[in-house]
């Protein structure tokens, strides 16, 4: 179940399991080689005012001032910075497991519709709720959105998450051709919405503007222009949209764009690409594009279960990984399939599979942890168990069910690792092993059977 938050500032709070963090990349090594990880069996974490303060073994005495403060007792569960999902559509909740399409026929089949919707204020004060209990019922905590053109949705977005006190990165999405009507902006109209936006949300708290190019065929040459227009003159915003996801989509970019020597050529002539930029998919980029994306720190957020599911590509992480991309994970709901970043993991294990390389447990959650928040530049806030950085947080059971139970004692005895337990807990996990969900130390998910 969900909670609401509670009033004012949270105060003391103590914290107990086996907590696993990373304090570095753990590549493609073999798991046993892996650096790292980091692994804290039996320990404390202290909270106060929303921040963890410090981190020790159970056995050591707590400091002074610290008796008696409440304590959360998760002996024998796995605790974990909160998952960053980099990419993922609020309004699509509403088509998630859509059949039959590729790209471009599903967007124009179920998800112009759906979002059309979202220009009703009481549709998007309902959907931002609904989507963001959603994720904290997933074990994410910060998060990178789309919500829809209508600056309401946004509005709600930020609204909500702001009372919260989540870290989100979202903005009105610009798009001013290539939609139905009721989903089309126009350059003037979306600059204004966006700077009202931003005077109002960026910085506020944890909230912070992305400008939300739906991608390349969608916006004007004009449009295009604002938006990299903002990125230069608004300090600190993020840039998101999508690029060569589907090949049908890279083509049609081709003949919108026919000066424009690739997809991201597109966007990077404008002034879209730079280290707070986040793109989805990235799939069909050529070694040129790579060294684009390497030289002004811009991110791929990879989205395994839609990729699969929308038939678009098999993304090759340890290729970008050679060539030096900053790699994040993202579940793309609704596209995607499910909101559980584990089974967006597992998906990803299949897909570089595939490619004949065989992604780790830890390079995996690194991704969707301290990967994802040092992408973002927020790695002195979210990502790791460490004093100083917010108290979000995702409290695992490990093993959910009779045949991962079975798994799980066996993975755990004599002859396992805490990888291949690790692992088997990835792979057959999803959000039936949650918890509990912390956002700045306040409960905002709390399962049935640990309350």
Not at 362 to 385: C, N, P, R, V
């Amino acid at each position: 179940m969900t909670l609401p938050a509670s009033p004012g500032t949270p105060g003391r709070l103590v914290l107990r399991g086996d907590l696993l963090d990373f304090t570095a990349d753990p590549g493609f090594a073999a798991p046993h080689e892996a650096p790292g990880v980091r692994w804290r069996t039996d320990h404390r974490v202290l909270i106060d005012a929303g921040r963890i303060v410090a981190v020790q073994p159970a056995d050591q005495a707590l400091p002074t001032g610290w008796e008696g403060a409440p304590e959360q007792d998760h002996r024998g569960r796995l605790l974990m910075p909160g998952f960053i999902d980099t990419h993922v559509h609020c309004p699509q909740l509403d088509v998630i497991a859509s059949f039959g399409t590729e790209l471009l026929d599903w967007l124009n089949t179920y998800t112009f519709p759906a979002e059309r919707r979202y220009a009703d204020p009481e549709v998007s004060r309902i959907g931002a709720e609904r989507f963001l209990n959603a994720l904290w019922a997933h074990g994410t905590t910060s998060a990178v959105v789309f919500p829809t053109v209508h600056k309401v949705s946004a509005d709600a977005l930020f609204e909500r998450a702001h009372a919260h006190d989540m870290r989100l990165i979202t903005g009105k999405v610009l798009m001013d051709r290539h939609a139905p009507e009721g989903l089309l902006d126009d350059v003037e109209q979306a600059e204004r919405d966006c700077l009202d936006l931003i005077a109002r949300w960026h910085g506020n708290g944890r909230q912070a503007y992305a400008v939300t190019v739906r991608f390349a065929p969608t916006s004007t040459p004009e449009q295009l222009v604002m938006a990299g227009e903002l990125c230069r003159s608004q300090p600190g915003v993020y840039m998101q949209t999508h690029v060569a996801e589907n090949r049908s989509e890279v083509q049609w970019v081709s003949e919108l764009f026919p000066d424009a020597r690739s997809y991201l050529d597109v966007y990077d002539r404008d002034g879209l690409i730079g280290p707070r930029s986040v793109l989805a998919h990235g799939i069909w980029l050529d070694a040129r594009d790579h060294a684009v994306l390497r030289e002004r720190g811009a991110q791929i957020a990879h989205c395994p279960s839609s990729n699969l599911f929308l038939g678009s590509g098999l993304f090759d992480w340890a290729q970008a990984q050679r060539e030096g991309l900053h790699v994040s994970l993202a579940s793309d709901v609704g596209g995607g399939t499910s909101l559980s970043m584990l089974r967006n993991m597992a998906d990803a294990y299949k897909i570089q599979a595939m490619q004949g390389t065989r992604l780790s447990a830890w390079k995996a959650l690194h991704a969707a942890t301290l990967g994802s928040a040092e992408a973002l530049g927020l790695a002195d806030e979210i990502g790791q168990i460490e004093p100083g950085r917010m108290a979000d947080f995702a409290i695992w059971n490990w093993s959910h069910g009779d045949v991962a139970h079975h798994r799980d004692s066996l993975a755990r005895g004599s002859h396992g690792s805490l990888h291949e337990r690790v692992f088997a807990w990835m792979t057959l996990g999803d959000e039936r092993n949650l918890a509990a969900t912390l956002v700045a130390g306040q409960t905002v998910f709390q399962s049935a059977s640990v309350m």
